[in-house]
Structure formats: structure tokens, C-alpha cells
């Protein structure tokens, strides 16, 4: 099995838990709708991150399997009210909760996952520092939403997009989104698994610097692969389509092009929908540019930065499945 | 000032409130957003109750601050995800949060009031019975909100409804609908503010009955002025062109009317747009029964349970205003 797979298996020892409570108080009608986004998939990296983060820190991963089941829930709750708001209708090759149920009854999947995470937190060992991480995480995934959608060129309606639209996203920006959006709680799920092992603050700093790195280096390798990316099974250059300013490639890329040829990528994220003569343009333009080496180098320091985090932490299994991780995370990219 | 100006001025005492926790960690582009749907207005009855009920319980009534604003900001949350669900543009002749931010927007500042709500809670001074409160009422309110939309008859999309639509709805039924999308957040604001008080067992147990009593008068009373109601600002039979069976009068009403002008009646509710021809007939139906009786009878009987309720607490003038308050909601049927 390679690490993948082993994250996959493991990840999934939350399933039963997450089951269990988004089940309770539902009525028989609604418990399916509940419990649906379960079932959509899902690689489990991040209550995989919390299991392994707990047993890299001395203890039993057991310890771990409710902060793990809160973070997979935090994930599969933004997913659903991600999909109200990008009208996503689909994940994994599943209709995603809207598409199978409509956005009344995913709306209400959403809301409920937020009660089931209270109740979640209220059973850990230490519910006061893991309700604080997971009103952290939530509050930093909304803003990164939020900013995520104001760098889109295009394709929102409604004053507040024209009035607060980034027309220029600088890569600070660009940090500060994929930070709030991904690394948050990338990097929660880790600290989550050593607050669960009681792990001495140094340790905890360790894996939440891990993940912290490893987390922006998944989104700087999102959006590699949404550009030049093959047999991902996704369509290439989603985010043009999508109008997003957000995406690294797309940054760097913009910094290097002369005025003319930024202003014609610029014209196309703006165009209200993107022919595919007009995104094999982009593509082209970005292709032409250093963009390309230059976030395949990104990346690779991220994940060497979070590697290095990992350095105070004792040789165990679990350190090398973190290692092994990040690693994995990076071979992504060719 | 009559009963529901003082009750007013009172609740307002929680705007600050709200506002405080509600910017904390909102961008200022957010925090407009954020914040909107304090500005809607509201009558504050639910944070008044709050306040009311803990000095009624013998304690100085800032204690019940707090709480008092949980349930507000529960109350305000459902407004905005209620507005995304039915399309709500207009709320008190202001436009909804929906209407003035969009949809997105919308989704995320409801997001953004479930998080604030920990906040307040995690600042209340009975944290884990607060909490327990919260999750209760917001579970109860999503599964009201799924009852209630399955009441109705026609004009929401996707094969949920078609497969679990409710053709048919007793007295108990309904009764179900409104305790958990009404009377449950009243009842949890009474008792928010008795265990804000510290007041021993028997004195939460009134004030929760009488919570719960009134909670349900409210909405009987909303029913029958949606009917019959005169001046009240809103177009008269709105649920009749909302197609919902959820409603007392509708009920009463299916059970007098004889086969014929029972299924009149129910055709209207399923025609996908009621015009004001049909919205006449219905009207007409309605009146020609003993349903009006009726629905003024059950809720003059809930208000005089709730006022029953409140023998065991000593007078105040907090306990006056509280039957004031239930004879007030009593006094706008006419």
C-alpha cells in the first residue's frame, strides 16, 4: 500500500464516529441527507494528520479518534456549504449533498454538522482548547472563502463582488487566503492529534508548524495541477474557468508577462465564459512563463520546511508516515 | 409605553452585544455583513423574555446579558439561513441579508453567527448548560424548519419533497412543527435566563413551561393573523400562496370542511401559483368554518397555561411584564 492508501485506511477509523453523531437527535428522514457527505469520499488526509500526530507524540491514536472525527467533520461541513455557494454538483464523480438533496436540505446537512461538532468537542479530553481550534478553523475557512471568491475576475453577482473585487492579488495575499482556506485546518488537525496525546508544547509547535507547511504546500499543488496537471480526473484549468485570481501559478505568471500579455490573460479571467479556445490561450501564456518552475519550487520548499518541523519528534512509525506524507504531497507534481 | 415597547427597549440591551462578539475577528469588509441583520430590527421578544425571566427569578437582570444575546444571535442565525431557504428578500420592510449581500454572503455571515454563538457561550457563566441549550434549540429549529417545508403543498423543486412531502397533517403534527421551530427557542430563552439567575429547579421548570406555552401561542397567533389578520403589513393568506398545511387554521379548517371543500381547499394549496382569484376562495373556505373559533380558542388556552405556569414565582415586576407580555400576544387576535 503506498502512503495514500495507508492515510486512506486510517483516516477512515473516524467514519463510524462521525456516523454516530451526525445520527443522533436526526429524524429517519433526515439522517440520510446527515450523513450523506460520509459517503462522497474523500481522501481522510486530515483526520489521518490527527491520528498520526497523536501516536508522533507517544500516545495511543485511540486517544485521538473524536479531535479526528471534529476535523474531518469541520472538513465535510465547509464542503457542504461550499457546494451551496460554487453550486457544486459534483465530488469524486458523487453528486455532492445540493445535487442530491437540493440546497433546503443541504443547508440544513450544513447547519446540523455544526451542531454535531459541539457535541464532538464536548466528549473530548480536552474540550476548551479543541473548542478554540475548531472556532479558529471555521472562522479562518469562511474568511478564506471569502477572500478565495473576491479574487475571482468574474462570475458573482451582487454589488458586494464589484465593490470589494481584488483586481490585483499580490502573493502575500495570495498566502494570506490559502492559509485561512487550506493550512488552517491542515494544520489544526495536527495540533489536535498532540493536544490529544497531552504532548509537551514543543512538540505541539512542531506539528502544528508541520502542518501549517504541508497545508499551504496541498493548495500550492491544487493549483499546479489545475493548470498543468494530467489524468487528474478534473478538467484542466478549472480556475480559469472559474475566474480565479487565486492560484499560484496564475500569480507568479502575471508578475513575469509583459503588459500586453498580462492584460490578455487578465481579459480572459474577466470574460464571463471562458471559451476553450480562450483557456487554451491562458494555458499557453502561462506555459510560456517560469510560472510553472517557479511553483514547483514553492511547493517543494514548503514541504521541506514542514519536514523540518518534524525534527524534535522521535523516531516512530507515525513520524515516518508524516515524513513519508509530505513527501507524497510533493511527488504530486512532475 | 405598552407591554411590547418596553419589551423592546428592553432586548435592545443585547444589540452591543451582539455587535462586539459579532466583529471580533471579522475583516472590516465582513463585519458590515456580519452585523446586518441586527439592523433589520426584530422586537428582541426572545432576549427580552431572557432578561425578564432571570430578574424574575430574583436576580439583577445584566447577569442574564449574555445569554440573553446567545439566543438572539440563535434567533437572528435561523432568520438569515430561513432567508436563503424561502428566497426571503424583505424582513420588516428592510431588505434581508440575502437581498442586500447575495447568497454568498448570506451563507457565510449565517456561518459566521454559529461560531460567535461558542463565543458567547464560552463567556456565559453556566457554559455547559448554555451550551446544551444552544445545540438543543438550533437541532430543533432545523428539524421545525424541514417539518414545516414538508407541509407544504407545492413549489419547492427536487425529489425530497415529492418522496417525504406530508399530504396530510394532524393536530399533533403540526403541533410537533411549531414546538420545534417556534416554541423550543422561546422556552430555552426563559430558561437561559433562570439558570442565569441561578433560580432553583422549580422556578426553571415554570419559567420553561411558560416558555413553551407562550412560544406555541405565538405561532398559533401568527397562523390565525396570517389568515385573518388586518393591518399587519404582510399580505394577508401568505400561506396560502406559501402552500403550507402548517398552519392551525388550515388544519382546523381540513377537519370541518366537508369532502368536497376539503379537497378545493387542498387543490388551491397545489396549484404552483395561487392567484389572488384562488387565494379568495381559500379565504373564503376558511371563514365559512369554525376554524377562526377555533384557532382564537387554542391560543387563548396555551396563554392562559403559560400565565399558569408562573404561579410559583413571587410578584415582581418582572413577572408582570411576563404576563403582560402573554396577555399582549393574546390581545392581537381580535
Not at 21 to 31: C, P, Q
Request: hydrophobic share 40%.
Amino acid at each position: 500500500m503506498d502512503i495514500a492508501d495507508r492515510l486512506m485506511t486510517l483516516g477512515h477509523e473516524v467514519d463510524s464516529v462521525m456516523e454516530r453523531y451526525l445520527e443522533r437527535d436526526a429524524h429517519r428522514d433526515f439522517a440520510p441527507v446527515a450523513k450523506y457527505q460520509i459517503g462522497v469520499g474523500g481522501k481522510r488526509v486530515r483526520s489521518a494528520l490527527t491520528l498520526l500526530s497523536c501516536e508522533a507524540s507517544g500516545a495511543e491514536r485511540s486517544r485521538a479518534l473524536l479531535p479526528a472525527a471534529m476535523i474531518e467533520l469541520i472538513h465535510n461541513y465547509s464542503l457542504i456549504m461550499d457546494d451551496i455557494i460554487d453550486r457544486g454538483e459534483v465530488r469524486r464523480g458523487k453528486p455532492t449533498v445540493l445535487a442530491k438533496y437540493g440546497e433546503t436540505m443541504a443547508l440544513l446537512a450544513g447547519m446540523h454538522h455544526r451542531e454535531v461538532l459541539d457535541e464532538v468537542v464536548n466528549d473530548c479530553s480536552h474540550p476548551d482548547e479543541m473548542r478554540a481550534l475548531l472556532i479558529d478553523a471555521v472562522k479562518k475557512t469562511i474568511e478564506g472563502e471569502r477572500l478565495d471568491i473576491l479574487f475571482e475576475q468574474s462570475g458573482r453577482e451582487g454589488s458586494y463582488f464589484t465593490k470589494h473585487r481584488s483586481k490585483n492579488v499580490s502573493i502575500e495575499s495570495y498566502f494570506d487566503m490559502i492559509g485561512k482556506k487550506t493550512a488552517t485546518l491542515i494544520r489544526a488537525a495536527c495540533l489536535a492529534g498532540a493536544l490529544a496525546a497531552d504532548a509537551p508544547q514543543i512538540l505541539q509547535e512542531s506539528l502544528a508548524g508541520y502542518g501549517w507547511k504541508v497545508g499551504l504546500a496541498f493548495q500550492v499543488v491544487d493549483d499546479y495541477l489545475d493548470i498543468f496537471g494530467e489524468k487528474t480526473g478534473k478538467q484542466r484549468g478549472k480556475d480559469i474557468i472559474e475566474h480565479k485570481l487565486g492560484n499560484a501559478v496564475i500569480i507568479f505568471a502575471l508578475k513575469a508577462l509583459d503588459r500586453e500579455a498580462r492584460n490578455h490573460l487578465l481579459s480572459i479571467l474577466r470574460t464571463e465564459k471562458v471559451s476553450t479556445s480562450l483557456l487554451k490561450s491562458a494555458l499557453k501564456l502561462l506555459e510560456g512563463t517560469r510560472a510553472r518552475q517557479m511553483t514547483y519550487e514553492l511547493a517543494q520548499k514548503l514541504i521541506a520546511e514542514g519536514k523540518r518541523s518534524l525534527e524534535n519528534l522521535q523516531e516512530s512509525d507515525a513520524k515516518t508516515s508524516l515524513l513519508d506524507l509530505a513527501d507524497f504531497v510533493g511527488n504530486r507534481l512532475y
